[in-house]
């Protein structure tokens, strides 16, 4: 039972990472710079980028 949530909680994480990611970049556009660089330094963290298997 563990590993199934240990699975969901970083399948949820990565979700929500990926999320802030694209947030981040929508304000950057939008020209809100500190909110859209906090976001997308949390996205990093959170795991975001494994998506798209830039760390693999």
Do not use: E, H, Q
Request: hydrophobic share 70%; proline share 2%; net charge positive.
């Amino acid at each position: 039972m563990p590993v199934i949530l240990a699975a969901v909680a970083m399948t949820v994480s990565i979700a929500i990472g990926v999320v802030c990611l694209i947030a981040g970049a929508v304000y950057l556009y939008r020209r809100k710079m500190m909110l859209g660089v906090v976001l997308i330094i949390i996205g990093i963290l959170l795991g975001g980028l494994s998506i798209f298997g830039v760390f693999d």
